[in-house]
């Protein structure tokens, strides 16, 4: 009796069988018009598909975290995508005004930059910056100044070497008398300079931390923010606009190897940075995918004709992808952009099964035009079948808020029928004109059955291994997390990724604070001390904090130092340096009585002396210093002084310029705070900006979820870094449990439909589930925890997972095979080397430098590997049966 599932088998076999032998009797034609739709498709692509880069493109703008980013980002345009630019220098007189010429360049480039911000280097800032000091710090800066003052006015008087240690000389005699004379900090800081010239690391020595009594430090740091004019039409939109930020620092005298580090961060920055990573690893993994794909597809097929007919079959199925993407969807972003790679592992799998079908029915003596309608009518209806529940898991992403996904998701499941179309058509085209020729009769099991064959030997091993496996991932499952650091995606090796982790470091300068948005000083005032009682919360920033308290206090010591400094004017060095033994023996007598001076003291004075260690210190690095000095010639003395004499020297006007101005404060309120300050913390539209700072390090998810919940407790609206890596990566994951529930419920139906067995769906299913279930349990094994990259991996795994199940239990149900009989037809050859086939792609993705893409590349190996295992080593298990009674017709 002929059963429902049989009749329609048949139907749908004679269809698939009509279908190729048309193709194959018509080759020239379905070629010349393939060749043709290539050629039209292709430069079509090359046109008029774009590119959009903008990743908060990728959410569903509906979503709430969106929307208050839209109402923030209309107060204050300015923080949109920018640039953070970082200048190092030795000393704080360097970077300041690297800092103001680079700023004030830049703001004459309105063609690449709408808005440039330096926000602690201004003239503002450098007139009123003591104002923020506390009356203390004040108090003590001032004193110091006293005690610095007459050192100060003789060496700006005459700025040499020689006149530099003379002073040194009579102030350390007058310690030595007994005066009550503060000289460490000088003494510190002129040993230091002195030892780092020595040490082939010069740097120049600090006035400015001398003048306020302060400890060198090694360097010195300022930011720029810079909102560049991005092209996102472009695959790297701020790139003409980092190469303007190059040029005009190289103008200005910030070089590679200068004093003066440029390094450049913020979001444009390691959005650049991470695509040029993904897409480096991309072009890696192409190379190595192509190179062992024609690997694995030369032990499958072992003709070169089949091969090409892959090959060719591949090639196609993209251009024609392409096509359909740039039509519906316009653009690739930086999700879709993946397919191009991943493709190869999914299309691969259609021509495969349909080649080695052929090849099989070929070597049972049929003439090719039978293989060709046998096979065709075989493999089209499993091909079929796969395509429809493939295309339903893709598209199942489509109505979810994650739009980078579900762009994927609809160039993906067409990419799926495009692939059958063109296997079904093109694949048997080319077996009109390529050899013919195949190998001689495979022995009754391949190596593949043969390996397999130990899983039905021992099927209750099997049976008793999976259920064990499947109970200890069931009890790790709950450890499942998904990663919602951005740059754990990154590479860790990038100079933007490597910039900002240091700024976050840094509690005053980290980009990863919180945005709360308020209506008026009162409602600001009134969360800032919510905000601040927070456990979670280190400190809330405002508009009010940036007025002083006390300031005519302030005011008062600010005009004392002024009286302290008085009318001192520094003659910067000379250009020119003249060489002569006259002042060579100058410099030299200088230095030696000042050596004497310290000796002196050394000899007079007990090591309890407060000044004791860095006098002997300051005389050791001397005696080095005439050390090296008697090695070289006259010349090469002269030449090491002098740059010695800048060391020390070069900083003095410049430090006192700065102590000028500041000397120059006035009272002032709010009212009086620089436009491009105010526009940062009070918009135009009325709003008021908070800036809230966490008390934990928020690379770890637990304190960023905990910071970030109990902001939103106060004020629901808060948005910035933090929330959106929060909110976006939350609605990244019930996009793909959406997905998942809706992609189940129509791979079930479809099932249902295509197999009239609820038994046979299960068998389908189960394969899936287990290795779903197994891949999740080893991203704990394997501490690679899911992330906005790898997430990409699930709908892939679905398909091929679904797949490889299918064609096992549809060739079992309509060939009349068992598993002894199963596991050694093409059908299973051609589910190991599609598999291996995409194993190869996948795996090639793990030595991407960008940690997503590898990641990515780490979930789909290990993926597929349990896809393999569960379709070939499990599901014949299941489907064993007494070998009496089959119909062995493999």
Not at 338 to 345: E, H, P, Q, R, S
Not at 438 to 460: I, Q, R, Y
Request: aromatic share 8%; charged share 15%; net charge negative.
């Amino acid at each position: 009796m002929t059963t429902p599932v049989e009749t329609s088998h048949s139907r749908v076999h004679a269809i698939f069988a009509r279908w190729t032998t048309f193709s194959y009797q018509y080759a020239l034609w379905v070629l010349l018009a393939a060749l043709l739709i290539a050629i039209v498709s292709g430069t079509y692509v090359s046109r008029n598909l774009g590119m959009n880069t903008d990743t908060a493109e990728m959410l569903s703008e509906d979503l709430p975290f969106r929307v208050n980013l839209k109402r923030y980002n209309e107060s204050f345009p300015q923080d949109i995508d920018t640039l953070l630019i970082v200048l190092n220098a030795p000393t704080p007189e360097q970077v300041r005004v690297a800092t103001e010429n680079l700023a004030a360049r830049l703001k004459q480039d309105s063609s690449n930059f709408y808005d440039v911000y330096s926000p602690r280097v201004d003239d503002f800032t450098a007139r009123n910056g003591l104002l923020y000091q506390s009356i203390p710090e004040l108090e003590r800066i001032t004193d110091s100044l006293a005690a610095a003052q007459p050192l100060i006015t003789r060496i700006s008087r005459d700025p040499s070497l020689a006149a530099f240690a003379d002073v040194l000389t009579s102030a350390v005699d007058e310690l030595n008398k007994g005066r009550s004379i503060e000289l460490r900090p000088v003494l510190k800081g002129v040993n230091a300079t002195l030892e780092a010239r020595l040490n082939g690391s010069p740097r120049a020595l600090s006035w400015q931390t001398m003048f306020n009594g302060e400890a060198q430090k090694n360097t010195y740091q300022e930011l720029i923010i810079i909102k560049p004019r991005l092209d996102f039409s472009q695959l790297f939109p701020a790139e003409q606009s980092i190469a303007a930020l190059h040029a005009a620092a190289e103008s200005v005298g910030i070089t590679e190897g200068g004093p003066i580090r440029l390094r450049i961060t913020g979001e444009v920055a390691l959005a650049e940075e991470e695509l040029n990573s993904s897409l480096r690893g991309m072009e890696y993994a192409g190379i190595i995918t192509f190179v062992l794909v024609g690997v694995v597809l030369f032990f499958a097929m072992r003709n070169g004709g089949l091969i090409l007919n892959v090959l060719v079959c591949l090639l196609m199925g993209l251009i024609l992808t392409a096509t359909f993407a740039t039509a519906v969807v316009g653009h690739l972003n930086l999700i879709s952009i993946a397919f191009a790679v991943l493709y190869i592992g999914l299309g691969a799998d259609f021509a495969i099964h349909f080649l080695l079908r052929y090849r099989e029915v070929l070597e049972n003596n049929h003439s090719p035009a039978e293989a060709i309608h046998i096979s065709g009518g075989d493999a089209g209806a499993a091909l079929t079948a796969c395509t429809v529940t493939n295309a339903i898991g893709f598209y199942a992403f489509m109505p979810t808020d994650y739009s980078g996904v579900a762009e994927l998701g609809i160039i993906s499941g067409t990419g799926m029928i495009i692939s059958l179309l063109v296997t079904l058509v093109i694949g048997p085209a080319l077996l009109r004109y390529l050899p013919k020729k195949t190998a001689a009769k495979p022995a009754a099991k391949s190596s593949v059955g043969k390996v397999l064959e130990f899983s039905l030997k021992w099927h209750k091993a099997t049976y008793a291994v999976t259920l064990v496996a499947t109970v200890g991932a069931l009890a790790i499952l709950p450890q499942v997390r998904f990663d919602y650091n951005l740059l754990n995606m990154q590479d860790p090796k990038g100079g933007a990724v490597q910039t900002f982790r240091e700024l976050l470091a840094e509690p005053d300068l980290s980009p990863w604070h919180i945005a709360v948005l308020a209506n008026n000083p009162q409602e600001t005032e009134t969360l800032a001390i919510r905000l601040a009682d927070l456990p979670e919360v280190n400190k809330v920033v405002t508009v009010l904090d940036f007025v002083p308290e006390q300031q005519e206090e302030k005011f008062s010591l600010i005009q004392e130092m002024a009286l302290t400094i008085g009318p001192i004017a520094a003659t910067p060095p000379p250009q020119i340096r003249i060489t002569s033994d006259a002042i060579l023996a100058e410099q030299y007598k200088a230095l030696r009585e000042l050596v004497a001076a310290l000796e002196r003291f050394a000899a007079t004075n007990h090591p309890e002396h407060p000044s004791a260690a860095t006098v002997s210190a300051l005389k050791s690095t001397l005696a080095h210093l005439f050390a090296q000095l008697d090695k070289v010639s006259n010349d090469e003395k002269s030449k090491l002084l002098y740059t010695i004499e800048d060391d020390l020297l070069a900083m003095l006007p410049l430090a006192l310029q700065s102590l000028r101005t500041a000397t120059e404060a006035t009272v002032f309120d709010e009212g009086d705070l620089p436009v491009a300050f105010k526009d940062r913390w009070h918009s135009d539209t009325g709003g008021y900006r908070l800036a809230v700072y966490p008390v934990e390090d928020l690379n770890d998810n637990d304190a960023l979820r905990r910071f970030v919940r109990s902001v939103q407790q106060v004020a629901p609206h808060a948005i910035g870094v933090p929330v959106i890596s929060l909110e976006a990566g939350e609605a990244v994951v019930q996009a793909f449990v959406q997905a998942f529930s809706l992609a189940l419920i129509g791979v079930v139906v479809i099932l249902l439909v295509l197999l009239r067995s609820i038994k046979y769906t299960l068998l389908v299913l189960l394969p899936l589930l287990l290795s779903s279930l197994f891949t999740a349990a080893f991203t704990i094994l394997l501490d690679v925890p899911f992330n906005f990259a790898n997430i990409i991996a699930l709908p892939l795994l679905l398909g091929l997972g679904i797949d490889s199940s299918l064609h096992m239990v549809y060739r079992s149900i309509n060939n009349e095979l068992v598993s002894e009989v199963l596991i050694h037809t093409s059908t299973a050859r051609a589910i190991f080397y599609s598999a291996l086939t995409a194993l190869v792609d996948f795996a090639s993705l793990i030595f991407s430098s960008h940690l997503g893409t590898a990641s990515m590349g780490i979930l789909l190996t290990v993926g597929l590997a349990f896809t393999l295992i569960c379709t070939l080593i499990i599901l014949p298990a299941l489907l064993r049966a007494p070998a009496a009674g089959v119909k062995a017709n493999a």
